[in-house]
């Protein structure tokens, strides 16, 4: 079993920066591929960014492409996105997911899930 905590998220204004960390414990981390994956009121779940056991590999939406960062620290266990030049179009709850493979997991292959952090992107 793998339990995943996000933090970081907050109210901030457009063209703003903002960093989530995802804390994993459990199983040993390195061994999972992670994600991000964001959910606004009314619409579907968005695969955001991911990241493969040892950081070389890393999958963005077009959407956050050179404005989001997704990030590994295998000896803290966490998994962080860097957000920056936030937009009111980013608003959603974040969440982050976890599956054991080597590789970039597809947006459904993930087994384990955070509870999510909002952020809010409002002037």
């Known amino acids: 079993q793998v339990q995943l905590v996000e933090s970081g998220g907050g109210l901030v204004q457009p063209g703003d920066s903002l960093r989530l960390s995802c804390a994993s414990s459990?199983?040993?981390?390195?061994?999972?591929?992670m994600g991000w994956f964001r959910q606004a009121p009314g619409k579907e779940r968005e695969y955001v960014a991911a990241?493969?056991?040892?950081?070389?590999?890393?999958y963005y939406e077009d959407s956050v492409k050179g404005r989001f960062t997704i990030s590994r620290d295998n000896a803290k266990n966490t998994v962080y996105l860097e957000m920056s030049s936030l937009k009111p179009e980013d608003t959603a709850v974040y969440s982050c997911a976890a599956k054991a493979t080597y590789t970039l997991p597809g947006p459904y292959e993930y087994a384990y899930w955070g509870q999510g952090t909002q952020v809010t992107v409002s002037s």
């Open positions: 990241i493969n056991w040892g950081g070389s590999m890393a």
């Open positions: 459990g199983e040993t981390f390195s061994r999972f591929a």
